[in-house]
């Protein structure tokens, strides 16, 4: 009879100690790039909020400009304060709004709302002629940071509202 010599099938430890480095360096790079990516994905929540303040906003003063002359001034409503505003170009309008993107008011005049989030900024640009009114709207957030350069987020758009 002839003996039959085994061979070892399996991985050596050096084998196996190499692949367990090469899964943890990967795993730590993967890991590396989780708060990137968390930072990202809440910055993006912030503007899709911010956009939508904005669409409110913008839609508010479509409606605003479509009632008959000299019932601006009647309107209801927490967008009330926007109507009528067309002709004062000099004063902007500054709204404050929650998380969940509903409008805040503040308690006296200057002071931020505690449950303000953003603020929206509504500057109209020239007196309105008979066919478009023009305004400029800025949502920046936190609502309590006044500069621009250091607020975490702001977009601006531009409204051109035909009558």
Not at 23 to 49: D, E, H, N, R, W
Not at 53 to 77: E, H, M, N, T, Y
């Amino acid at each position: 009879m002839k003996a039959h010599a085994r061979s070892a099938a399996g991985f050596s430890l050096v084998e196996v100690t190499l692949a367990l480095g090469v899964a943890a360096f990967c795993l730590i790079a993967v890991l590396g790039m989780l708060p990137v990516a968390l930072k990202t994905q809440q910055a993006s929540v912030q503007q899709t909020k911010a956009n939508a303040i904005i669409s409110q906003i913008v839609d508010d003063l479509r409606a605003d400009v479509r009632l008959p002359p000299g019932q601006a001034s009647k309107a209801q409503g927490e967008w009330s304060n926007l109507h009528g505003r067309w002709a004062q170009v000099a004063t902007p309008d500054t709204l404050y709004f929650t998380n969940d993107g509903k409008q805040t008011g503040s308690v006296s005049p200057g002071s931020v709302p505690t449950d303000a989030v953003f603020k929206a900024t509504v500057t109209y640009l020239s007196p309105p002629t008979v066919t478009t009114s023009a305004a400029a709207i800025t949502v920046s957030w936190p609502a309590g940071q006044n500069d621009l350069n250091k607020a975490a987020g702001s977009i601006e758009m531009f409204a051109a509202i035909n009558r």
